[in-house]
């Protein structure tokens, strides 16, 4: 029985560790990685147990380094905050272990001469109580530092309370147990610690179901959202490249009308007319030309009106007959229009959209001016203004788009310029 208890504390343990590293980095989940970590995880913690017991100081060292390896492969390259997933869980699982024992040592007598005798019904509750405990406070900090809803710090708030409660009366179990209850009526403990473990896991089952039917309800608003937008703004260049075609086709026309005015010495009547026809062909700006409309008049209409930018386009397009137009306005259309609006108020204004090639992909980069880093201190992309629902769809638009054309989306920053490069297969 004892090493039933011990084998199923360290498959918690390990189950805990893998769950709240993930959690805590927000990583993108891969089932088949966390499983296999969980698995040498726990054969690690079971051979520490055996020949490095009571958290000696090379176990526990063993046992951080397993986790930070798993943390520095699913991190992508946010190492800081794997190291500190490792340690806040690392620190809480000893802090909680030992402040548990302290408790219950300062409440219960020989305590200690209990846990180590030969009746495991005290050492099973004490390790119950202790995962419930150190499961609590995980869950707890994942709450407090992930999410910014109110919603979700309540619902955290209120599943730590059934915890807390819980906690309490496995407290209270565990007096029970020592002071005779146990031998007198055995049943009932067993009874009552079953109860306090299956109504966590029926809160937290409660929970996590309504946490997937909001987020099922965000998505399909967030769908309703990204197909009214790409229907606004699909509308709204084609209005553009209309009034470009048309500029184009009356050209002949205008210059015919010119040239007879010259004929006929009216030189006055000659730049009056120009003049009219100089704020046409304003709106026309550095036209790019490429095989593809859709991006031709994206490009055109979000970037040739800019006052004081210098914007830079290079690189052949090439081939884009495979991606639909809804997609190719999902993709220029949101990283234009981030581009645009984040060199508003700057004094340099830059705007570098680059074509390239490279096997058998197609390399889409676009660089804008930044005042400050974007990164630093908001790695998410997440918007930054008053109205969430509003505001901030653009990156997650385009990396579902990017990600449904089994490309790659990647941001960085290099001196003054935020960078986005978008890596799309060729089928070809």
Known sequence: MGIIIEYAASLIDSILCIWFISGFINAKKNKLMALIS?????????????????FNML???????????????ICQRHYIKAVLACAIYKGLLILSSSLLFTVISSIIEDAGSLLMGSDNTFRLILVSLHKVILAAVLALVLTVFKNSSITDLLTGVAVFCVSVLTILGMGATMIAVTSGFYKTN???????????ILINIFVYLLVNRVKNLEKQKYELKLLGDRHEYQQEKYLEAAAVW????KVQHDMKNHLVAIKGELDSGKIEECKEYVDTLIPKTDQIGKLMKSDNDILDYLINSKLCALKDTQVIVSGAVGDLSDISDGDLVSIFGNILDNAVEAIEGLEEKRIELLFNRHKDNRIIICKNTIGKSVLKDNSDLKTTKANHDAHGLGHIIVEETVTKLGGMIEYSEKGDMFVVQIILPDPT
Do not use: E, H, Q
Request: net charge positive; hydrophobic share 55%.
């Open 242 to 245: 209309n009034n470009i075609r």
């Open 59 to 73: 176990g526990t060292s063993i046992l951080f380094a397993a986790s930070l390896i798993y943390a520095f492969l």
């Open 186 to 196: 055995p049943v009932s403990c067993y009874l009552l610690l079953i109860t306090y």
């Open 38 to 54: 969980t698995a040498i995880y726990f054969v690690i913690t079971i051979l520490c147990d055996k020949f490095l017991p009571n």
